[in-house]
């Protein structure tokens, strides 16, 4: 069997005691659902003398409206997101884009906190020590090469989270805790383009929730997902849409794809040619077209993960209709 | 190595062993329970589900000290639980299974049962849509997985007639 | 000498069948719904240790230097094994021995064994292979197939007599197919591409060996072949056989990828030996994928020529098969890419001209349809087009050139039943093929095909007389009759069927037949499970040596009654005296009247092959007493804006003589649908620019889940073989081969494109779509 590399494991019941524990060794991680850390700590990719476990730590669960708008605790499992009744109602996107991660028990173990803070992937990386090892590693782990550009110097694994797309549609707001206290990010800025460590919080940032804002709350949203199965697989490609219509006019929308590089990108110049035109319209027709091959001129989709990148590159505009016409139904 | 304290299919269990094992390797080299699989290593095959509280989870992605508190149920304990419920032998699902051809090489049939299980409990009635989604975790490489639909529904349907599982 | 008598098709009793067609129970599954069962990697020995493998991440260099002597300091490591102390060769072909256990001078691909640890767990023991230093003379890698065949140096085997990279090469030509193309009415010609695909049984492969004081070794190993992996052992330890027990536990799927020797067995033998102490190796899912034995890729150009009412005239193909780093199954696999083509359909005139190559790539072996399921692709998609040039019905046309049943095929293979063209109808009818071929809208359509396969091949391996299954009978006088059988039952159901024959035979209840399978100790020698030889051969033994028991049952009761044999009859596990109601005997009770009368109980039955096969070299290979007919029609549904091919239903008929359990019959039909199915789009064995496996995790290599599996349909069409066990042929293969090519017509039906280079990807559908609008713009 593919054998862990050895660690300890700490059990915290708090923040407080969780954001302690993972200063107390070098190295540490967190550990929610384990997975996608543990098929990393599999693959050596990882080699944590320590991991603190985030099952106990009651504050971080929980699904409820606030002042601000839905708080999701961040160790909520994304079976419960996908069916909870308040987040199918006012954040639809979000709900369809758990539905969507992978199979059933995956769902019922991974969290929604630990897929936004996925680590990037990558078809040289993903991979066990001995295969990585065979061709010289790589730059994001224990090599200084790039298989996927040659002569490439920056790493380009992919975000492959389907909510964090779902999430930027939604402007959700992040809330991480860590020794100092606590602090808000907007998910739009937590990540910076770099696929070794895409997130500008450090593995030391204990997500504690996502707080959706009320006002973007019960509107359309939907999320389109290419993978060549349709469970288990990571996206090939994910498109995510919100949209909110008054009296048959879209007065918001906005898009968001991930899969492409090393962070989710939402597609605001796209999704602001909507604005403003009448559902079914030829002036939103026009503007669909428009926003499709915008978005297709804005997506650079590259051999990182598993799949034809020409292709995906291909499906962008298919996508990002597909996803824009599915808030419509 | 750390003591763990797991409950599994109703019994309170203290195992000594190197905290990096996974609940997967608890129970197959630790403790004899050798009915669940491991195929893939790593949670792409869905051979090693068990149930945690009656959700069906991949035990080689499980650190056994993250479960404690709740009760674990592999495949040895779906007979048990069903002869203390006062049946006998196997359990309807186990036995429809069976009837149905479902099992080949039958590797993948412990967590696959697993997984049919936890859906009839939640869903007494499911149709062929929900069946196909609840295992859509679970790879099968004999049957082409329709004398499993088959079983399943056989077993929705038995269960329903004698109200138990 | 062994028995050769012909069972025949018929009930025993000649009153109809009372096990034999029904919905009988596995004599193994509830074992296995409630994880009782016991596969390899369950077992666990007092005071084993744990072993793993140093693997070349060189996909092709020499071998410098090994040392081990940091790895042999290691705390808790007790035995470090290399290559030089195991220098005989072997291979499951004993023409083509090419394999070290551990490589010796060189490595072949990436993922090739170099050394192996034993130690107190598999931690140290992956510890331990790490501090293994190995120097290696890097060669040049040999990628492709292409390059092998005009690559003669470096030779990926250079103890050979000719220095290539040629595996094998076979031509053979029957009749004169140059002379069809003048006087055809048509000629079609194509290249066509099956990629490289694999097994990927759920269960890893795992071995456990414990070699005891008194020298003597016994193996547990998740194997198809117990009796190969048996020889091969005694052939390297250089071990008496009679000092070797092979088992085969339960095994979770092997569809070909376990019936090689493989390493570990060899490992842990040794491994045990040389510490004292049972060994255990399981390998990882990474680690099968090195070992492989796949689905050969298979680049081939076929020639058809046809009369314009659609009668075939002649078929000439030229193959190029990658075989990778060694030989395994190839000599065979290279035969059987042209020998298996020659039905369901008569052809006139043939040719074939195939060749193997070695490359530097995990070794392709026998996959599901072993050798055949390419060709078989290649030609039903070249026979749909010929089809559809000359408008005829694709059903039609394969109707027309319907090879018949009791006949010889133009490369002299024997035809015994043939259900066909009752496939066809059967196919034809329930898919509702009239209303829907070329009738659909545009992005839906339906497509048919054809196939033949072997049952069992009357070319043993190994040169010899025995026979090819043996079955020894042990009756009890607790009532239970046990069943010692070589047969290795991997999933398909092997035991459960040779419960059900000799009940049948026998008269008696499945429930009180015990089924001890595939331990060479115990059980008499059957070659193993490949080649879809069981059921036809093992089940033949198993009637043989119950029927030789019934009659000395009937022999001993007609004496006790003193009445004639005629008379004595048993049912269902009770003797009747046909002219005495009153008098019966149970079981248990018959066997003890037989038992005082022939004392202790026994009996042993056994088949072979009759002499078949075509009077040339490799005329025997491919040759079967009796050959499976398949058909497919499957319906697919194109979305033309992403290229995806949702393949919606597939109907499946499949002639497998007389079902002994349709329950088991479907599974078989249905697992093999599925396992077709899956190669058309999803599956793919890729290598990448390093010749390294793109992705061996079942994460990347992807087999269908139930949100990707087409809804199936099978029907049963028996034929009624006047030599298979109560007339059954083969169904755990012949029913793959043909889902493939139908999805293929199916996609030109629905959407006009005919893709000839496997997999399917939704990229290749969409330039195939866009050219297609081109030439129809052009136009």
Known sequence: ?329 | MRVFHLKINGDTVDVAAPEHYTLLEILRYELGLTGSKQGCDKGDCGSCTVQVDGVPMLSCLVLPSTVESKAITTIEGLAVQHRSDGGEGASLLQNAFDAAGALQCGFCQPGMIMSAQALLESNATPNRDDIKQALAGNLCRCTGYTQIYTAVESAAKDGGENGCS | MAARDKHGPDAPWGDGFKVIGKPNRKVDALAKATGEAIYTDDISLPNMLHSKTLRSPHAHAKILSIDTSKAEALEGVYAVLVGSELPIKYGVIPWTPDENVLATDKVRFIGDEVAAVAAIDEDTAIEACELIEVEYELLETIVTAEQALVTPEPPIHDDRKKRNNISKHVELEFGDVDAQVDDADLVVENDYYFHSTTHTAIEPHCAVATFGNDGRLTLWSSTQITHYVHRALSRVLEMDPAKIRVIQPNVGGGFGGKSDPFALEFITAMLSKKSGRPVKMLWTREEVFYAHRGRHSMQMHYRTTAKSDGTITSVDAKLLIDGGAYSSFGLVTTYYSGQLLTGPYAFPNYRFDSTRVFTNRPPCGPKRGHGSVQPRFAFEVQLDEVATKLDIDPIEIRRKNFLGENTTTINGQRITSNGFLECLDAVEEASDWKSKHRKMRYGTGIGVAGSMYISGTNYPVYPNKMPQAGVQLKVDRSGLVTVFTGGNDIGQGSNSMVAYCVAEEMGINPDSIKVVAADTDLCPVDLGAYSSRVTFMVGNAAIDAARKMRNKIVEAVAEHWKVEKESVRIIDGTVYNLDNDEETLSQREAFHVTEEKFDTLGSTGSYNTPTLGGDYRGGTIGSSPAYSFTSHVAEVDIDTETGEIEVKKIWVAHDCGRALNPILVKGQIEGSTYMGAAEVSLENYEMNRFSLHAGPSLLDYRIPTTLDTAEIEALIVESIDPEGPYGAKEAGEGPLHSAIPAVANAIYDAVGIRLRELPFTPAKVLAALKEKDEVTADA
């Open chain 1, 1 to 329: 069997m593919l054998r862990m590399p050895k660690f300890k494991v700490l059990n915290p019941a708090t923040v407080a005691e969780a954001v302690d524990a993972i200063q107390q060794v070098e190295g540490s991680r967190f550990i929610a659902g384990g997975t996608d850390i543990n098929p990393n700590l599999k693959h050596r990719l990882l080699e944590p003398e320590c991991l603190v476990a985030l099952n106990g730590v009651e504050e971080i669960f929980g699904i409820s409206q606030t002042e601000f708008g839905l708080r999701i605790g961040a160790m909520e499992s994304l079976t419960n997101v996908e069916t909870n009744t308040l987040i199918q109602q006012l954040a639809p996107g979000l709900a369809s884009a758990s539905r969507q991660v992978s199979g059933p028990q995956l769902r019922n173990m991974g969290t929604i906190g630990g897929n936004v803070m996925l680590d990037t992937r990558c078809k040289w990386y993903n991979q066990t020590y001995f295969w990585r090892k065979s061709l010289g590693f790589c730059l994001k782990k224990d090599g200084d090469v790039c298989h996927v550009i040659k002569g490439g110097s920056k790493c380009v694994a992919a975000a492959s989270n389907d909510t964090a797309a779902a999430l930027s549609t939604l402007q959700a707001e992040l809330e991480f805790a860590n020794a100092q206290g606590s602090t808000r990010i907007a998910i739009d800025k937590l990540w910076q383009a770099d696929g070794i460590w895409n997130k500008k919080v450090g593995p030391h940032d204990l997500l504690v929730a996502i707080h959706l804002p009320a006002a973007l709350l019960n509107q359309k949203g939907s999320y389109k997902k290419l993978r060549d199965r349709n469970s288990i697989d990571f996206p090939l490609l994910g498109i995510a849409a919100r949209l909110k219509i008054s009296d048959n006019i879209v007065d918001d929308c906005a898009l968001c794809v991930v899969a492409l590089q090393a962070r989710p990108w939402p597609l605001d110049k796209a999704s602001a040619l909507l604005i403003g035109t009448t559902v079914g319209s030829d002036a939103f027709n026009e503007a669909l077209k428009a926003c499709c091959a915008i978005a297709a001129k804005q997506c650079r989709p590259m051999p990182n993960i598993p799949g034809d990148h020409a292709y995906r590159h291909a499906m962008v505009p298919v996508f990002i209709r597909r996803a824009i016409l599915s808030c419509l139904d």
